[in-house]
């Protein structure tokens, strides 16, 4: 599966942005779906995820309240909400897929910039 993320920008501290992560290549429904991020001399680490019926999301303790994963499978896309940004919000955000029966993501698109200012 492809993956393409959409949607990052400039923010001020408070503000909100929405991210997209478009698929294609397989069938989208059969993917659990997660979003990461990777700030500046850091490691990546994980943001949010969705099973592939969007029966369950998971949230990092840094985001959860503030940032909301959904997906739509007619469209083929997942979405991350951000809102109360803070500067330490700021990164690079991917979305990866992970296929039916494995416990790694595999697949990974190419990421989007998210700045957040004080």
């Known amino acids: 599966v492809q993956l393409q993320a959409s949607g990052g920008g400039l923010v001020q501290a408070g503000g909100s942005l929405r991210l997209s992560c478009a698929a294609s290549?397989?069938?989208?429904?059969?993917?659990?779906m997660g979003w990461f991020r990777q700030a500046p001399g850091k490691e990546r680490e994980f943001v949010a995820d969705?099973?592939?019926?969007?029966?369950?999301?998971y949230y990092a303790n840094s985001v959860k309240g503030r940032f909301t994963m959904s997906r739509d499978n007619a469209k083929n896309t997942v979405y991350l909400q951000m809102n109360s940004l803070k500067p330490e919000d700021t990164a690079v955000y991917y979305c990866a897929a992970r296929g039916p029966g494995t416990a790694l993501y595999g697949y990974w698109g190419q990421g989007t910039q998210v700045t957040v200012s004080s």
């Open positions: 290549g397989r069938t989208f429904s059969n993917y659990d």
């Open positions: 969705i099973s592939m019926n969007s029966g369950r999301t």
